[in-house]
């Protein structure tokens, strides 16, 4: 399940880095980038999508705490705090400026693991089941191979993030059909109470970026004002 989770370690301590990331090598993760500094971090969010960071507080551009809201603005992918300040009002502080989980120095790697994946577990839909026949959706301007879990903009592979190509392979399957913020967040996230509202607005205008060959003005995804959004399949094919 976590083989193809990409995950952002962001820490100013190159050992601590090292550990970390071996132990989670170990734990099954294989796809796993790591930054210096905030500076880095952000370069890193805007240019590709990730499953999971892991972000110290203490980096000597920027606080964590700083850092933290302006990932959340680019991204909603959950964010894992690692710190030294072990007091509840930090703690707390940690939570409110964007944290899904908080972690205190000095710590156990596999615990940074087990959290890792407790988070993804509840972060991430059910990755649908692979069948002998593959499952496809193509159009004019991209294909969803559902089963390889690849999206092809272009003729050409486009990074996705899970949470992402789960967006789209659930409009390629509900096409022509209009759903509220609050339905996609039930059906692609699994959960009945949607904390952020702007959790589904994210996703969509990240998803538009990537398929649209014009995101202000989308062919695929509409907005339906007063409603929600609707996948748009008018039967053109490549």
Request: charged share 25%; net charge neutral; hydrophobic share 40%.
């Given at each position: 399940?976590?083989?193809?989770?990409?995950?952002?370690?962001?820490?100013?301590?190159?050992?601590?880095?090292?550990?970390?990331?071996?132990?989670m090598?170990?734990?099954?993760?294989?796809?796993?980038?790591?930054?210096?500094?905030?500076?880095?971090?952000?370069?890193?969010?805007?240019?590709?999508?990730?499953?999971?960071?892991?972000?110290?507080?203490?980096?000597?551009?920027?606080?964590?705490?700083?850092?933290?809201?302006?990932?959340?603005?680019?991204?909603?992918?959950?964010?894992?705090?690692?710190?030294?300040?072990?007091?509840?009002?930090?703690?707390?502080?940690?939570?409110?400026?964007?944290?899904?989980d908080?972690?205190?120095?000095?710590?156990?790697?596999?615990?940074?693991?087990?959290?890792?994946?407790?988070?993804?577990?509840?972060?991430?839909?059910?990755?649908?089941?692979?069948?002998?026949?593959?499952?496809?959706?193509?159009?004019?301007?991209?294909?969803?191979?559902?089963?390889?879990?690849?999206?092809?903009?272009?003729?050409?592979?486009?990074?996705?993030?899970?949470?992402?190509?789960?967006?789209?392979?659930?409009?390629?399957?509900?096409?022509?059909?209009?759903?509220?913020?609050?339905?996609?967040?039930?059906?692609?996230?699994?959960?009945?109470?949607?904390?952020?509202?702007?959790?589904?607005?994210?996703?969509?205008?990240?998803?538009?970026?990537?398929?649209?060959?014009?995101?202000s003005?989308?062919?695929?995804?509409?907005?339906?004002?007063?409603?929600?959004y609707?996948?748009?399949?008018?039967?053109?094919?490549?």
């Amino acid at each position: 399940m976590f083989q193809n989770c990409k995950v952002l370690l962001v820490d100013d301590e190159e050992a601590i880095l090292k550990l970390v990331r071996t132990v989670m090598q170990k734990e099954g993760f294989t796809h796993i980038d790591e930054c210096l500094s905030g500076a880095a971090a952000l370069q890193a969010v805007e240019t590709k999508e990730y499953d999971l960071i892991v972000l110290d507080i203490m980096l000597p551009d920027i606080s964590g705490f700083d850092l933290c809201p302006l990932i959340k603005q680019k991204t909603n992918t959950p964010i894992v705090f690692l710190s030294a300040k072990s007091s509840d009002l930090d703690k707390l502080s940690g939570f409110a400026y964007g944290a899904d989980d908080y972690i205190t120095k000095p710590f156990n790697p596999l615990e940074v693991a087990a959290r890792a994946k407790a988070l993804l577990k509840r972060t991430m839909p059910q990755t649908a089941k692979k069948t002998a026949i593959e499952e496809i959706y193509e159009y004019d301007r991209f294909t969803v191979n559902v089963s390889s879990a690849e999206l092809f903009v272009d003729q050409k592979p486009v990074d996705c993030s899970a949470q992402l190509f789960q967006l789209l392979i659930f409009f390629c399957k509900h096409p022509n059909r209009v759903f509220t913020k609050h339905q996609l967040y039930e059906n692609v996230w699994n959960e009945h109470y949607m904390v952020d509202d702007n959790t589904v607005m994210v996703h969509i205008r990240k998803l538009r970026e990537k398929i649209e060959k014009n995101p202000s003005q989308p062919s695929y995804i509409k907005t339906i004002r007063g409603l929600g959004y609707k996948f748009v399949d008018d039967g053109r094919r490549q």
